[in-house]
Antibody, heavy 123, light 107 residues
Framework: EVQLVESGGNLVQPGRSLRLSCTTS????????LSWVRQAPGKGLEWVAF??????????EYAASVKGRFTISRDDAKSIAYLQMNSVKTEDTALYYC??????????????WGQGTLVTVSS | EKVMTQSPATLCVSPGERVILSCRAS??????LAWYQQKPGQAPRLLIY???TRATGIPDRFTASGSGTDFTLTISSLQSEDFAVYYC?????????FGQGTKVEVK
């Protein structure tokens, strides 16, 4: 059974940092691309970041709203993905989901999602 | 980026009714479109990928069609467990983008 469990969400002050973790099991983590998607309270889904498998160079991409502040990474030995959030803003307040991609050629969509971890940015 | 627009924003229906949800892309996304279902307090669940292929375990009352810029998701006979928010997503080009969602609620 595919499982993704996010952790690390918390109340954080604007300008500070936070690291989210996504602990996974039930699939070939090393061969999988992964993403972080967020959902502000009462709002829709917003893609945040993406990382390919090391086989494809561990390529990373970011939404314009977080580029330069957030960093996605992976530890294939532990089957864990991370999202390092620096210089957080109030508009980063959201439920953050980790998701596994299914990819065919360069086309990738999220086929399994975790339950999310809540990040609240407030002074 | 490619903007996805869903309509209507809210749909009030009774169990057993047929439901049609629409999704339009600002530019062609070919068939690189997915549909997700999200119930309150739950993560999104993949329903459809490649515009018309049901994901594993999805009942056949869910069908989808379209290509290019116009897409539909049809629920043939709405069950009580289908009341939820439905999102379309294009993955033709990065950044992947989602529609704003259609809420299907009880009439």
């Amino acid at each position: 059974e595919v499982q993704l469990v996010e952790s690390g969400g918390n109340l954080v002050q604007p300008g500070r940092s936070l690291r989210l973790s996504c602990t996974t099991s039930g699939f070939n983590f090393g061969a999988s691309a992964l993403s972080w998607v967020r959902q502000a309270p009462g709002k829709g889904l917003e893609w945040v970041a993406f990382i390919t498998s090391e086989l494809y160079g561990g390529t990373r991409e970011y939404a314009a709203s977080v580029k330069g502040r957030f960093t996605i990474s992976r530890d294939d030995a532990k089957s864990i993905a991370y999202l390092q959030m620096n210089s957080v803003k109030t508009e980063d307040t959201a439920l953050y989901y980790c998701a596994k991609y299914r990819c065919v050629d360069r086309y990738c969509y999220e086929d399994y999602w975790g339950q999310g971890t809540l990040v609240t940015v407030s002074s | 980026e490619k903007v996805m627009t869903q309509s209507p924003a809210t749909l009030c229906v009774s169990p057993g009714e047929r439901v049609i949800l629409s999704c339009r892309a600002s530019q062609s996304v070919s068939s690189n479109l997915a549909w997700y279902q999200q119930k309150p307090g739950q993560a999104p669940r993949l329903l459809i990928y490649d515009a018309s292929t049901r994901a594993t375990g999805i009942p056949d009352r869910f069908t989808a069609s379209g290509s290019g810029t116009d897409f539909t998701l049809t629920i043939s006979s709405l069950q009580s467990e289908d009341f939820a928010v439905y999102y379309c997503q294009q993955y033709d080009e990065r950044p992947e983008t989602f529609g704003q969602g259609t809420k299907v609620e009880v009439k």
